[in-house]
């Protein structure tokens, strides 16, 4: 079998629903031979990411939420006791009331504030933490991550804090797990229509400009994120690490509007 995943066993964190990115990284590594475990938030959510689970073979499906240390001390137990070790785990989870999803980063709220950075921030370290016990020979720890983390999006507001606190802490993670060979990488995606980004305010504008203003012309598919996130998680990026890797249509290179781009 000569595909590149045969063998490695991964940890999948942030499936909602068949258009989560989480979904498109699960499918390509599934395609190219993963073995997979997912984690869901909450009774709501079981009924969607079970079958998706089944759809590749999976039935390691264990709920998750990420505000609890007991809750992801648990699934770690599990995939320790299932499998013995653990290879990648992709980490897509984000959190934002999104009543400040609009308007002013400056009115934020203590309570969002602290809330997100704990979602979508210090989850990640968090995991990061037990997922390296798993992996003494090695692995692979990616999470999602976006451009409003380096420039000031509208809207994006507290998230984007997150996102840049998250990016910070794909490099220290990187160093400190880097010795047991473990990389840590974020996959910068441009803005795609899932769950999540409903929340945020103005958000078809938003496709729309990247669309018409992105050097491809284009806005990012599940197949696109899918495939640069199984290199991420895969033997074919051995060296790399501490990395954020944009896959936008190229939209983070842009300097200004395109002069064709059609008023929207
Ligand atoms: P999504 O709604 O499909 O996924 C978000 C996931 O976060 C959901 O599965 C949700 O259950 C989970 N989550 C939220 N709070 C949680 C908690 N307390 N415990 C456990 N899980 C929790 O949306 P998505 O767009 O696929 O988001 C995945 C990641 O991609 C997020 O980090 C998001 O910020 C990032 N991202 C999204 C875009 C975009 O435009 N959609 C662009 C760049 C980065």
Redesign the pocket.
């Known amino acids: 079998d000569p595909r590149i995943m045969v063998g490695k066993r991964g940890l999948i964190m ?4 068949d ?4 979904w498109g990284i699960a499918k390509a590594a599934a395609d190219q031979g993963a073995q997979l475990a997912f984690t869901y ?1 909450g009774e709501a ?1 079981e009924k969607r990411v079970r079958p998706l689970a089944e759809q590749v073979g999976s039935s390691l499906v264990e709920p ?4 609890e240390d007991g809750s992801i001390d648990r699934v770690f137990q599990k995939l320790g006791d299932a499998w013995g070790g653990l290879d990648f785990v992709v980490h ?4 934002s009331d999104k009543e400040e999803l609009k308007g002013k980063y400056v009115a934020t709220s203590r309570d969002n504030f602290l809330r997100t950075l704990d ?2 921030c210090y989850s990640f370290t968090a995991v990061a933490k037990r997922a390296a016990d798993l992996m003494p020979n090695g692995g692979s720890l990616l999470t ?3 451009y409003g983390a380096e420039r000031v999006m509208p809207h994006y507001n507290v998230m984007g804090v997150a996102k840049a606190a998250l990016e910070a802490s794909v490099r220290y993670l990187a160093v400190d797990l880097g010795g047991q060979g473990v990389r840590v990488n974020g996959l910068s ?1 441009g ?2 229509k ?4 409903s929340g945020i305010g103005d958000f078809r504008y938003i496709l729309k400009w990247n669309q018409y203003n992105s050097p491809l012309r284009r806005n990012v598919t599940l197949e696109d994120v899918g495939g640069a996130g199984l290199y991420l998680v895969s033997d074919l990026s051995t060296g790399v690490t501490g990395e954020v890797h944009h896959v936008d249509c190229g939209y983070n290179i842009v300097g200004m509007k395109a002069v064709d781009a059609p008023d929207i």
């Not at 258009?19 to 989480?22: C, G, K, L, N, V």
């Not at 998750?64 to 505000?67: A, I």
């Open positions: 942030g499936v909602a629903n258009r989560s990115i989480a938030q959510l998750c939420d990420v505000t897509a989870i984000a959190y979602i979508s999602l991550t976006y995606a803005p795609m899932t769950l999540a980004a």
